[in-house]
C-alpha cells in the first residue's frame, strides 16, 4: 500500500505570498494518478488539481500542481483569503484503492 | 449541476450496523464510479470504497469484512453499511463521484455530498 506523506504540518502565511505544499509517496505514483483537494471547515473537500497537473472546473489559475515519481507539489501563487484551509493530496495505486495525505493546514500568519 | 446527499441515522449502537443513503441528483449514475469516504473528528480523510454503476465493488482491505456498498440506479441512489461498529467509526461520512474515466480525471473525486456525521454510542 502506497503511503502518503505531507509537509508542512502547518504553513503559516500572509495574504498575497506564495504557497508551496508537498506530498510525498512511498513508491512511486502515475502522475494520472495523483490528485489534490481543499476542505475548509464545516465543507466537504473540493477537488483542485487531477492528473497531478490538471486543475478542476472552476479552479482558478493561482492554484498549480507539478512533480511526478513519488514528489508532487501544489503551488498558490499569491494567497486569497479564502485560500486559508486544509489541502490533502490522494492517490488512486495498487490494487485499485485510494489513498489520501494526512493534510497541510494553511493559516494566516 | 450534480448534486450528492447523504441520509441516515445520526447516532448508532456499538456492534450495530451503520446504514447510509446517497442520493445523487442532476445527472446519470451511469458510467461512473460511486464512493464513501469519511473523515473523523478533526482527522484526515479515510476511503471506505466505492461501486461502479454496473454493479462492481472495491474496498478499503482496513474494512473490508465489515462493509458492503449497494446500488438503486431506478432511485438514484447508493448505500453504505458497515456492521459491528465502534467508538472508531465515529466519522463524517462522505458521498462522492470519481470523475468521467476517460482520462486522468478519472483517478479523483470531482462531486461530494456535504457530509453526514454518524456518532457510535450507547
Known amino acids: 500500500e502506497i503511503v502518503l506523506t505531507q509537509s508542512p504540518g502547518t504553513l503559516s502565511l500572509s495574504p498575497g505570498e506564495r504557497a508551496t505544499l508537498s506530498c510525498r509517496a512511498s513508491?512511486?505514483?502515475?502522475?494520472?494518478?495523483l490528485a489534490w483537494y481543499q476542505q475548509k471547515p464545516g465543507q466537504a473537500p473540493r477537488l483542485l488539481i487531477y492528473g497531478a497537473s490538471s486543475r478542476a472546473t472552476g479552479i482558478p489559475d493561482r492554484f498549480s500542481g507539478s512533480g511526478s515519481g513519488t514528489d508532487f507539489t501544489l503551488t498558490i501563487s499569491r494567497l486569497e483569503p479564502e485560500d486559508f484551509a486544509v489541502y490533502y493530496c490522494?492517490?488512486?495505486?495498487?490494487?485499485?484503492?485510494?489513498?489520501f495525505g494526512p493534510g497541510t493546514k494553511v493559516d494566516i500568519k | 449541476q450534480v448534486q450528492l446527499q447523504e441520509s441516515g441515522p445520526g447516532l448508532v449502537k456499538p456492534s450495530e450496523t451503520l446504514s447510509l443513503t446517497c442520493t445523487v441528483s442532476g445527472g446519470s449514475m451511469s458510467s461512473y464510479y460511486w464512493s464513501w469516504i469519511r473523515q473523523p473528528p478533526g482527522q484526515g480523510l479515510e476511503w471506505i470504497g466505492y461501486?461502479?454503476?454496473?454493479?462492481?465493488?472495491n474496498y478499503n482491505p482496513s474494512l473490508k469484512s465489515r462493509v458492503t456498498i449497494s446500488l438503486d440506479t431506478s432511485k438514484n441512489q447508493f448505500a453504505l453499511k458497515l456492521n459491528s461498529v465502534t467508538a472508531a467509526d465515529t466519522a463524517v461520512y462522505y458521498c462522492a463521484r470519481r470523475g468521467y474515466c476517460s482520462g486522468s480525471s478519472c483517478y479523483s473525486y470531482d462531486y461530494w455530498g456535504q457530509g453526514t456525521l454518524v456518532t457510535v454510542s450507547s
Open positions: 513508491q512511486s505514483v502515475s502522475s494520472s494518478y
Open positions: 461501486i461502479y454503476y454496473s454493479g462492481s465493488t
Open positions: 490522494q492517490q488512486y495505486g495498487s490494487s485499485l484503492l485510494f489513498t
